[in-house]
Structures are given as C-alpha cells and as structure tokens.
C-alpha cells in the first residue's frame, strides 16, 4: 500500500512515497510554466558492478489515485486485482545502465519509488488491498538476499521532490539529483569517500547496534535495517532508548519544554510539562492541545504509536518535533525544541546511532534516517518547480 513518507509509512508491509507533506513543500512553478506530464530521469551506473540492473517505477496516480507503474517512456500503467494469498505482479522492471554507462527513462506524475537492483528483478506481490512491496526485515521475503534500494519521489503541477531515503534501511547507495530550467543541477545523498563501508563498521562497533546489519548466506553484506525495525525483529533492544526517555520525562515534570513548530509562524508555541507520567501541552490560552504518553524506543525510532503526528495543525507538527528531538537527543540540552542545529545532535550516548552514523558519512551531512529528518532541513531531497531532468546516479560501494 502506499501511504506518506512523514506518516510513518509502515502502517503496512511498504509505504511510498512524499505524497501529503511533502506536496506542499517548496516553491510553484512560474504562471507560465507548465510541469509536463513526464520529465525525463537520468541514471548514470557509476557502481562499479558488473551485475544487470533492473529499474522501477511504482506509485500512486495523483490524478485518479489508482496504484500502478510506469514503463521506460513514463506511461502509467495500473496495477490489476491482486488475490489472498498475494498473485505476482506483472514484471514492471526496466533494464538499467551497465557500468559506466548512462540510461534516460521517463517518469510521470505520479508520488512513488524508483527502485533498483543488481543481478535479480525483485518479486512483486498484489493482495486485494494493492501492491505487497519488499520488507527485508521478515527473513522469508524473497527479496531478503537481493541487493536493492530506492529512490522516492513526488512529480505533480507543482514540480518535483526527489530525495535518497534510509528511513527503512541503509543499503546500496546513490545520489539523486534535479536539473533545473536553466541548466543547473542540485545534488544531494552522496557519501563521502569510503562511506558506504564506514557506515557498516560504524555500527559493528557501536556495542548493540551492530545486529542491524543483514548479510547473505555467503558473508555478501547487503543492508543494516533501521532501527525501528531492529526493535520489531529483536536485533536491537526494544530498551534501546529508554534511560534518554526517563530522563527527559523527568526533567520536564518541573521544567518547561517549548515547541515552536513553524518555523514561519515563531508566535505559535506549546509548552509541554509532565504531570502524572504524562506530558500535556498547552497553547497561549493555557489551555491543553494535546497529551503524550511516555513513548518506547519502537514509538521513537518509528515516530508512530505513543508519537503518532496526524496531518493536523497542532498534534501533528507537536509530534514531528518531539520526534526529531529524541532520535537526535536534543531534548535534554535544549529545552527549546526543535533545535535545528547538526552540532547539538546526537551527543548524549542514548540516541539513534543509525541516523548518526549515517548522516556522519554523508558529503552534505544530509540524510532520511527517520520519519521526521526533515525537521529543521537535515533531508536529503532536491526539489524544483519547474524540473528540466532527475538525475539518479548509483554509486560504488566502497
């Protein structure tokens, strides 16, 4: 199913996609420019590898909200009924670039993935509900030994937003890109050099964290799952954050926390206090907005359950804002939230190491490691009103 990348897109087996906030991101074409029906999307293989890659493009038809894919010249095609158990999906994979060469498809409007793997199409289900995407984390999904990743993105009247996400998992890396009318190009995902490694031996080394990392039967490493998934599968205790949790609950029980959510509205303010383990904030008037139960590390990491943010006014961006304040331990250190500042994040030795570590190896510090790494403008996303080309570049995995 496909669902908004903010919402915590795993309400299901796979979420796709920026579609809800991300659609109203960012700046509108110009009145007399009109956003195509498909732009066309660069993939360059700079991987090094030698295996055959397939290339994707799933989503959600913003104009009918039908689920389907797109073929190489960007036509949408949807998706037909699926069945319990789940019936194969028709084989909507593009062949890729060899190494070192350069491949241009068209994608259309559509918020959706581009995926891509090396050596062997993934396996993509339909159920009564629409698609079944690959969930690495269950150790019987045929894709668990395929080495993949993805891109997500949203194309509509407004422009295009194209980002590299690790909110599922770190895996085979890439760089996304978007032309602009005028011929330049912004770039964002690319790991510094040597990265792609560093990442896996960062997290080896991290006493505990190391378990996110899945490997094949002969030793290939091909991913470290997130660490929201760590806590559903075990390989990272569900107690992961719970000393920074107590600690923050029991600072604001006689302290105040302010939450200033729009960066563009700096008069809109909650304050939050804990009172009978629970966390209420009030607005202006003094009156409660909103409450929280103390989360886990499974709320945390995943920014749902006890840190559910709906597409609201008040929970919604309240929520986002706690979320980015416990994955990256600001919440301590800076009873003003959020705190937008890389350098304050991630100091205390409670936190989300996987978004650490992660976004420690990026070239532009920028990253997706968790639902809401968007606050503050920490994402690794390009956007343009009024997109000329999308680039998607594979890198080596070195």
Same mark, same amino acid.
Do not use: I
């Given at each position: 199913m496909f669902s908004s990348l903010r919402h915590r897109l795993l309400a299901t087996a796979s979420a796709v996609g920026l579609a809800g906030a991300l659609l109203t991101v960012g700046s509108s074409p110009p009145a007399d420019a009109a956003v195509p029906d498909t732009i066309p999307l660069k993939i360059t293989n700079n991987s090094g590898r030698a295996d055959q890659v397939h290339v994707? %493009?799933? $989503? =959600?038809? @913003?104009t009918t909200g039908r689920q389907g894919w797109a073929d190489a /010249? $960007? %036509?949408?095609? !949807?998706?037909?009924?699926?069945? /319990?158990?789940?019936?194969?999906?028709?084989?909507a994979s593009i062949p890729g670039p060899a190494a070192g060469q350069t491949k241009t498809i068209r994608i259309p409007k559509l918020s959706g993935r581009i995926y891509f793997s090396y050596g062997q199409k993934l396996d993509f289900r339909l159920t009564t509900g629409? @698609? +079944?995407?690959? !969930? +690495?984390?269950n150790p019987s999904d045929p894709n668990r030994n395929i080495l993949f990743n993805w891109s997500e993105y949203t194309l509509n009247d407004s422009g295009l937003w194209l980002n590299s996400t690790q909110v599922d998992m770190f895996s085979t890396p890439y760089t996304v890109g978007v032309q602009r009318a005028g011929g330049? +190009?912004?770039t964002t995902g690319q790991l510094k050099p040597g990265g792609y490694k560093a990442v896996f031996s960062a997290l080896r080394a991290q006493p505990g964290w190391g378990g996110l990392i899945q490997t094949r039967p002969d030793g290939t490493v091909l991913?470290? @799952?997130?660490? @929201?998934?760590g806590v559903e599968t075990g390989a990272l205790p569900a107690s992961a954050m719970d000393d920074y949790v107590n600690r923050v609950w029991q600072k604001y029980t006689? =302290?105040?926390l302010t939450v200033t959510p729009f960066a563009d509205q700096p008069g809109t303010k909650y304050v939050g206090r804990v009172s009978g383990g629970v966390m209420h904030f009030t607005n202006s008037a003094g009156a409660v907005v909103t409450s929280f139960q103390k989360p886990d590390a499974s709320s945390v990491f995943g920014c749902h359950k006890l840190l559910d943010a709906p597409n609201d006014t008040v929970r919604g961006p309240i929520s986002r804002t706690l979320c980015a304040g416990f994955n990256r331990s600001t919440l301590l250190s800076n009873p003003n939230q959020p705190d %937008?500042?890389?350098?304050?994040?991630?100091?205390?030795? +409670?936190? /989300?190491h996987y978004a650490r570590v992660i976004h420690d190896r990026m070239a532009d510090g920028k990253a997706y490691a968790f639902a809401f790494d968007d606050v503050g403008h920490h994402e690794s996303l390009v956007h343009d009103g009024n997109p000329a080309q999308a680039h998607l570049t594979l890198a080596p995995l070195d």
């Open positions: 994707y %493009t799933l $989503g =959600t038809s @913003l /010249n $960007g %036509t949408f095609h !949807a998706w037909p009924a699926g069945g /319990n158990p789940p019936t194969p999906a028709p084989d629409g @698609l +079944v995407q690959p !969930a +690495v984390q330049g +190009v912004s991913r470290a @799952l997130s660490p @929201l998934y006689s =302290t105040p %937008t500042s890389a350098a304050d994040f991630y100091q205390d030795s +409670v936190t /989300n």
